[in-house]
Every structure is written in structure tokens, then in C-alpha cells.
């Protein structure tokens, strides 16, 4: 009986390791992944936020004492939901503008960086060159 709970007890305690060895993997995935260039555009706002900045005034035109930022924010959703697609049309072509924007400023960005580092790359190899004569 006591040769099981051992057994029981080193099994528990392989779990946890193995449990924080995958943790760790997941928490330096995610840190891989934020990793973000400096200068990058930001990405535009849908349909919805933009909706939802004209609401927020009108809102607040309306109803001057609430000061409730979720209430604004259902009955925004709420209306959005109600609101038929060519009462959404003007919002949507506005967010199709800035994203196509959004898309010409990433992809100008992108070139700048990629020949950056290129051009870094270049430097770094002559002057590693550079190094190996000085030092022959």
C-alpha cells in the first residue's frame, strides 16, 4: 500500500514539472510574438468603433449625467445590432479607407525595415571583413 502512494507522490511531481516546463514554452511563445517593430502603424478601427466614437458624443449630448462608460456602451451595441446594413454603409466604407491606408503605411514601413536591416547586414559583413584583414 505504501509502495503505491510513493508511486502515486513521484507521479504528482513529474506532472508539475512537466506542466511548468510546457508553461514556460507557452509564456516565451507568447514573448516571440509580441515582440513588435518600433514605428509601426497602428492598426485601423472597424466599422463598429467608429460607430461607436459618433454614439458616445451623441450619447453624452443626450444624456449629460450618466457617467457610466458600460451603459453607453450596450446601448451602443445595441443600436449597432438594430441598425440596418445601409445604416452601417457610411461607417463601413470609412473603415475600409483607413484599413487600405493602414495597408499602404504597413507596407512602406515593411520596405523600410527590411532594407534596414539589409543595409545593417551589409555593414556588419564589411566590417567583419575589415576585422579578419586587420587582424592577418
Known amino acids: 500500500m505504501k509502495g503505491t502512494k510513493i508511486a502515486s507522490v513521484a507521479h504528482k511531481k513529474l506532472d508539475t514539472e512537466t506542466m511548468k516546463k510546457r508553461k514556460a514554452e507557452a509564456d516565451l511563445k507568447k514573448k516571440e510574438k509580441a515582440i513588435k ?7 485601423p478601427p472597424t466599422a463598429f468603433f467608429i460607430f461607436m466614437a459618433d454614439f458616445r458624443k451623441s450619447y ?7 457617467k ?5 456602451g450596450k446601448a451602443g451595441g445595441e443600436k449597432w ?6 445604416e452601417k454603409a457610411p461607417y463601413v466604407g470609412k473603415a475600409a479607407k483607413l484599413k487600405a491606408e493602414y495597408e499602404k503605411s504597413k507596407e512602406e514601413h515593411n520596405n523600410k525595415t527590411v532594407t534596414g536591416e539589409a543595409a545593417k547586414s551589409e ?12 587582424s592577418s
Do not use: I, L
Request: charged content about 30%; proline content about 5%.
Open 60 to 66: 453624452k449630448e443626450n444624456f449629460p449625467d450618466n
Open 81 to 86: 445590432k438594430a441598425m440596418s446594413e445601409s
Open 37 to 43: 517593430t518600433a514605428g509601426a502603424p497602428k492598426r
Open 123 to 134: 555593414d556588419s559583413e564589411v566590417q567583419d571583413d575589415a576585422e579578419q584583414q586587420a
Open 68 to 72: 457610466s462608460v458600460a451603459v453607453v
